[in-house]
């Protein structure tokens, strides 16, 4: 069954703006990742954010967590056309170790 | 990191066939796992691949239907069988060598079944 559910499904932004992207889960998490997904490529990760943190920086990345609403955002700052993708959230549970991913949002960078 | 690689690409098959999909690791690896991607769709797991003994299967996937081998710590494969139109999928071979779990991918192989 999904754990992380993504929200927008869908985004939309000019180069040089700001894209934010939600995650929610329902259980207990070990840690968070994001994935980006070139188009008919393979799955990249991105970032992790373990469940004792509440903020991470990865360059252009900004994570956060937020374990009592059960929610993660990615923002990605200064979007470039090249951030075109799939952006997958992702939760490792302690019950089996293995992650679930998201549905995935389809960001889009228009030039 | 380690860099993954798998075989084939993509390939378009014909109802009734069984196609098999290698994975090769540039590095030895403990877990390593095989996903499929239906189209526009998130990420399910098959299976993990367990070197030496039968793969772990996830609810819905069975042995007969996709069989896995893994004679090493760096390489597997996965056979879609007696494929159908619905096999239609990206499917990816994934490795983890880390404690936090993260995920290296390969390029993922694009079956299209007629």
């Known amino acids: 069954s999904q754990q992380g559910e993504e929200d927008p499904q869908a985004l939309s932004i000019q180069e040089g703006e700001n894209a934010t992207m939600n995650c929610s889960y329902k259980t207990s998490i070990n840690n968070l990742q994001w994935y980006r997904q070139n188009s008919g490529r393979g799955l990249v990760h991105l970032i992790l954010i373990r469940s004792n943190e509440r903020e991470k920086h990865s360059g252009r990345l900004r994570v956060t967590l937020d374990t009592s609403k059960k929610s993660s955002s990615l923002l990605i700052t200064a979007s470039r056309a090249a951030d075109t993708a799939s952006y997958f959230c992702a939760t490792l549970t302690g019950a089996n170790s293995k992650l679930t991913f998201g549905k995935g949002i389809t960001l889009s960078v228009r030039p | 990191s380690a860099v993954i690689s798998q075989k084939p690409s993509r390939d378009i098959c014909q109802r009734g066939t069984s196609l098999t999909i290698q994975c090769q690791v540039d590095s030895q690896v403990t877990m390593m796992f095989w996903y499929r991607q239906q189209p526009g769709q998130s990420l399910t797991l098959i299976a993990t691949?367990?070197?030496?003994?039968?793969?772990?299967?996830e609810s819905g996937f069975v042995i007969d239907k996709f069989p896995i081998s893994r004679p090493n710590l760096t390489f597997s494969t996965l056979t879609v069988s007696n494929m159908s139109p619905e096999d239609s999928s990206i499917y990816l071979c994934?490795?983890?060598?880390?404690?936090?779990?993260?995920?290296?991918f390969g390029e993922g192989s694009r079956l299209t079944v007629l």
């Open positions: 691949a367990n070197q030496g003994s039968e793969a772990t299967y």
């Open positions: 994934s490795v983890t060598g880390t404690r936090t779990g993260e995920l290296f």
